[in-house]
């Protein structure tokens, strides 16, 4: 069963939402500022070939503008020239080798930008540009050595002060501002993450309907790329890991060239970019179909883990809350089957039940899957806020080169991971849909 619905917002659909964050923006700088972010670069892959261009989430956020090799510059209290895009210029030669390029007049046309000028005209227009700014805002992390760029730009400002020329007087991070705006989702980024969520749900069932001895994890994977295709999803959110037997208790696996092995876990971890925004799912099915005794023990406590943890999950509670919570259960699971020794409190406090849970409960979710976004505020555990999204992912991992463990549990690796978004009461898991319990997975994987 393929999704027949596919959710496209243009860029016409969109340029109001760019042009509110632009003015939610400009509403938290300080006044005579210009806000300037660069546009990722090309990244080669070998020789004349490059990967496949993904834009700065930062600089798609404010103006959804996908081109390479650009900048946007914002400046608010500017009466004329508010947003302005600097671009490639239009080149039929190259446009036939490499694709259409928008020029300036469709940065103006297409986009909204007041005005724009061409990137080869960067150095003589900027220092205009900014003369009489007094911050300009910039991203610490910005890509193609922004920093160096604008040090110049105000440098030559700064020479011509005798002639009354006023350089910038402040440079300033715009990092933190942004990236609170980020972490609370608006309405169609939540659609835009509810659809990703459901391509990666019908994934991860193709994968487990899929699934049988004898084949490669990077069949298994394929599984997951064609049913990201085919559903609009043109790439993964990032690299899939497909972990047979003892591969699932990796962390981050990504070779994904061995074989699945009758009687062996697999742990995939799997999710799609729709849109510019992700999904981050991982499922753990027994190859065959069947848990053994010792995989359905260590999944029950994973999955117990996991919706103790998203009760947790709600306005005014603290983002740690959840992950004390996976810790107690794992912990108490873990005593239950031998695996630790003496009371809970003291595996807590000594960190004991980090050879087998060695992660975090989970991180924010939204352009990037690692998202933007501060886990403490003033010192503290920051509380959980309506419109943020997060991963749910308890996990269980015994490598088989463990000493001190009986080897009937050695080779099993567990994750559970859902996306989940905190409503004004509580939580909302927007990936309900995929098999979760014992009896789902196992009939998910026999059907």
């Not at 400046?75 to 080798?97: A, G, H, N, S, T």
């Not at 020029?103 to 205009?128: F, K, L, R, T, V």
Request: hydrophobic share 35%; glycine share 6%; aromatic share 10%.
């Amino acid at each position: 069963m393929f999704l027949h619905k596919v959710l496209i917002f243009t860029i016409n659909d969109m340029n109001n939402n760019f042009s509110e964050r632009r003015s939610h923006l400009a509403n938290k700088v300080l006044e005579d500022s210009a806000i300037i972010i660069a546009a990722a670069s090309v990244k080669s892959r070998i020789s004349d070939t490059d990967y496949a261009y993904r834009q700065d989430s930062n600089f798609y956020y404010l103006s959804g503008y996908e081109e390479p090799e650009s900048l946007i510059l914002i400046r608010p209290d500017q009466e004329k020239e508010k947003f302005i895009i600097f671009c490639r210029d239009r080149d039929p030669l190259r446009e036939q080798w490499d694709g259409f390029r928008s020029g300036q007049d469709g940065a103006m046309q297409e986009y909204q930008a007041d005005s724009a000028y061409s990137i080869n005209s960067i150095d003589q227009q900027m220092p205009h540009l900014l003369e009489g700014i007094k911050n300009i805002y910039f991203s610490m992390s910005a890509p193609n050595g922004l920093d160096l760029k604008i040090s110049q730009w105000v440098e030559h400002i700064r020479k011509n002060t005798r002639a009354g020329a006023e350089p910038p007087q402040n440079l300033l991070s715009l990092d933190l501002i942004l990236h609170e705006m980020r972490l609370i989702k608006e309405d169609h980024e939540m659609n835009l993450m509810k659809h990703a969520a459901e391509i990666t749900t019908e994934a991860h069932i193709r994968a487990m309907q899929a699934v049988t001895p004898g084949m490669y994890e990077y069949q298994l994977e394929a599984e997951y790329l064609y049913a990201f295709n085919k559903n609009g999803a043109r790439s993964p959110a990032y690299n899939s890991i497909v972990g047979g037997g003892n591969n699932s208790c990796i962390l981050h696996y990504v070779e994904n060239n061995a074989e699945l092995k009758d009687g062996d876990l697999v742990l995939v971890d799997a999710g799609c970019e729709y849109q510019y925004y992700a999904s981050d799912v991982t499922r753990t099915f027994p190859v065959n179909g069947k848990f053994t005794p010792e995989q359905k023990e260590i999944y029950s406590i994973v999955l117990e883990a996991h919706k103790q943890s998203m009760e947790q999950a709600k306005p005014g509670n603290k983002w740690n809350l959840m992950h004390e919570k996976s810790v107690e259960v794992i912990v108490e699971g873990l005593i239950s089957i031998g695996l630790l020794q003496g009371s809970k409190e003291e595996n807590i406090e000594t960190g004991a039940y980090s050879k087998f849970y060695m992660h975090r409960i989970g991180h924010w979710l939204g352009m990037d899957v690692h998202d933007v976004g501060g886990y403490k505020k003033d010192g503290d555990w920051r509380q959980l806020e309506e419109g943020m999204v997060m991963t749910v992912e308890p996990g269980i991992y015994i490598l088989d080169t463990l000493e001190d463990v009986d080897d009937k549990w050695k080779g099993i690796g567990v994750r559970i991971e859902d996306d989940i978004s905190i409503t004004d009461s509580g939580f909302e898991v927007l990936t309900p849909n995929v098999p979760r319990t014992i009896e789902e997975v196992e009939h998910t994987v026999q059907g």
